[in-house]
């Protein structure tokens, strides 16, 4: 988990400064940058989900994914131009993305509790994220804001550190060709017959359209209030990374909140978080608003995308457990990041973001809404508990 989420941290949350300094991105830009992968992300989740459940054992899948991530991105930092760029970004997101949904499925194939056990391991996964941002930090406030480029090194020797520890990850063959196993159809429907599945995935939908959003511009518009009031670049790592560190508390207690409130106040809560977050970048430009905002970073990751995952999987049989989890990507980051994107880009004026933070700020709430109308197993009507 620690090297799982480190690949990630030590690349997204500085993507968009990256783009605009080395490859003279703006915000629209980079809007229909990560639109293209979020276009490919559509179909390639449920591509490897598939093929775990039913072709090839998830962990060295995992492997395989991360080993052509590595080349992809060093092909992705040698592009120019958006058109080329944005087909390697999405090249690139296929192969990386994916792997934390079958990661969860990996845990949650292996794992005796998943509710009780997850949020303990996932917590490392807060650390790996955080842990790329001290030498980056370092890099930056020491000149170093003359080359970003060295996120790309780093997240590259990531993945190769990731395709060196996957084969001793425990092995999980595929659970759908266990005999007694139906047909991957018969299976597929019956998890979108099952209570609560379809109307949680809308939930996500909605909610990940506003999480896209503020995945991809909010640091770009940290960054932009750090420049304003002439405080160096160097600061947005350890900002960032302040929020990520307090989802580690929240893991922590998970599975008490879950025990306590259910999924259903759970989920609400990291949705709440998420409206609170764009809302305050929607309106506000001052350095310190946006730090404090930044930090709900926690409940938002915590509560709701953790929380969901947990949610599904106690949806979901074995034998679509990767599928269940890729699903969930796909719908969230893959269409859910769709509209997100696609919408910023088109409310994109004067290089602004804030109407795309207005727009972010509408999905949570809708998502918000409609979340009382799901039904989670193990729970009476309007309880929201957990599976028991």
Partial sequence: MLLQYAAGGALYPFLGPYLESAK??????????????????????FVWGALSDRVIAVNRLICLLHLSAAFSLLLFSRGAGLIMLTGLFALYTAQQQ??????????????????RQFGSLRLWGSVGWALPSVPIAF??????????HFIIYLT??????????????????????????GTFRADLKGLFLAPGFARLLLVTFLAQ???????????????????????????????????????????LLLPRFLGRFGYRKVLAAGIA???????????????????????????????FLIGVSLAINSIAGSEVRATSQTLLALTGSGL?????LAASSGLSAGD?????????????????????GVRFPGASAGTGGVET
């Fill in 139 to 148: 890099w930056l406030l020491d000149g170093g804001e003359r080359s970003l």
């Fill in 273 to 303: 978080a998420s409206l609170v977050r764009h809302m305050v970048f929607a309106t506000s430009t001052e350095p310190w608003v946006l730090a404090l905002a930044s930090q709900l970073i926690a409940p938002c990751v915590v509560f």
């Fill in 156 to 181: 590259f020797g990531l993945h190769l550190a990731l395709v060196l520890l996957y084969p001793w990850l425990p092995h999980t063959p595929p659970a759908g060709r266990e005999e007694g196993s």
């Fill in 336 to 340: 859910g990041s769709v509209l997100g």
């Fill in 209 to 251: 359209a506003g999480f896209a959003i503020m995945f991809y511009l909010s640091p770009l518009a940290l960054s932009r209030s750090l420049a304003s009031s002439d405080i160096r670049l160097g600061w947005l790592g350890p900002i960032q990374t302040v929020g990520v560190i307090l989802e580690i508390p929240l893991f």
């Fill in 24 to 45: 003279g991105f703006d915000v629209r830009e980079l809007s229909l940058l990560a639109l293209g992968a979020a276009v490919v992300n559509c179909v390639m989740p």
């Fill in 98 to 115: 994916p792997t934390n949904s079958l990661s969860n499925a990996l845990c949650y194939h292996n794992l005796a509790d998943p509710p």
């Fill in 352 to 372: 602004s973001v804030k109407a795309a933070f207005f727009f972010a700020s509408g999905c949570s709430l809708v998502s918000l809404l409609l979340l009382p």
